[in-house]
């Protein structure tokens, strides 16, 4: 996770970004630093292990809360970096960031730097753009300015992943520019906006998505508070923990709750202010380590 820095509404993300709200051009550094450093907190209390990076105060990233739009990390030592199509997100790409990783102990075989798509106007926002279910090798992907079918064929090719791309869209037609927001893929369950699928693509990925795992449908309105936007990790003694903040939390039925609840407890988190300004939840925030420990190459 990275503490923010030079945290403000950025108003060149909003423009693919529908998610951002006018109030949160009135949000503060001081309010985003605090919302973090409480979310910190609240994963070390649950035993998640946190490796927390200092944002850098030049040059400015308002989004630097959000690595898991320009890294990944893969069980077989792979470090996967991403074409970013907001030209102010760009400088987020920090490569001492790896040699942290080196230092905790996290085996770094390989370096795939995919940034240089950029070079054509390529773009695939990391695991913003993909939902990766990382047991079964699918990566879902919604169309976007932000997510390319070249970007995501290209790190299927490297990675050995199937893709399945797709269209999605919000109440008002504009294209969902990350599918983390529509969607999260547990280990037995996907929660998913079914209804923000284009309608003569929903079978097939529905399939997809049903194939291996629980499907969880979520509404539109649902999607719009976040609700899509979870993530599940590891807690003291292995428990599965479902990370959502308190807005998606709010918004989900009884049902829900219930389904989710079979194969995680949840953790709900409150930070308004980081999702109003920046447009992203709890997921955007964790970059999750899957590198095998040991001596790096």
Do not use: K
Not at 6 to 17: H, K
Not at 52 to 75: C, G, L, R
Not at 156 to 168: K, L, W
Not at 239 to 267: G, K, P, T, W
């Amino acid at each position: 996770m990275v503490r923010p820095r030079r945290f403000y509404s950025n108003p060149e993300t909003a423009l693919t970004n529908a998610f951002q709200t006018p109030a949160g051009n009135q949000v503060t550094e001081d309010e985003a630093v605090r919302e973090f450093d409480e979310f910190v907190d609240c994963l070390g209390d649950h035993g998640v292990n946190v490796i927390t990076i200092d944002d850098t105060p030049e040059p400015p990233t308002p989004d630097a809360v959000f690595p898991n739009n320009w890294i990944s990390t893969h069980s077989d030592g792979s470090v996967v970096t991403y074409p970013m199509q907001p030209v102010s997100r760009r400088a987020e790409r920090r490569l001492d960031v790896l040699d942290r990783l080196r230092e905790r102990g996290y085996d770094v075989r390989r370096h795939l730097d995919l940034s240089a798509l950029e070079n054509d106007d390529v773009f695939l926002e990391g695991t913003g753009s993909m939902v990766l279910d990382r047991v079964h090798r699918r990566a879902y992907a919604c169309w976007s300015a932000r997510t390319h079918e070249a970007g995501l064929r290209a790190f299927c090719r490297a990675m050995i992943y199937e893709p399945v791309g797709f269209d999605a869209a919000d109440q008002d037609g504009q294209a969902i520019y990350h599918t983390n927001v529509m969607m999260c893929v547990g280990d037995r369950f996907i929660v998913a906006c079914v209804d923000a699928i284009d309608p003569a693509q929903r079978p097939r990925v529905v399939r997809a998505m049903q194939a291996d795992h629980e499907l969880i449908e979520i509404s539109v309105a649902q999607m719009n508070a976040f609700a899509g936007n979870m993530l599940q990790v590891i807690g003291t003694g292995g428990e599965a923990l479902l990370i959502m903040s308190q807005r998606a939390r709010a918004s989900l039925n009884a049902d829900q709750v219930a389904a989710l609840a079979q194969y995680a407890r949840i953790v709900a988190v409150p930070i308004p202010n980081i999702e109003d300004a920046a447009g992203g939840s709890v997921r955007c925030m964790l970059a999750e380590i899957f590198l095998p420990r040991g001596v790096s190459l």
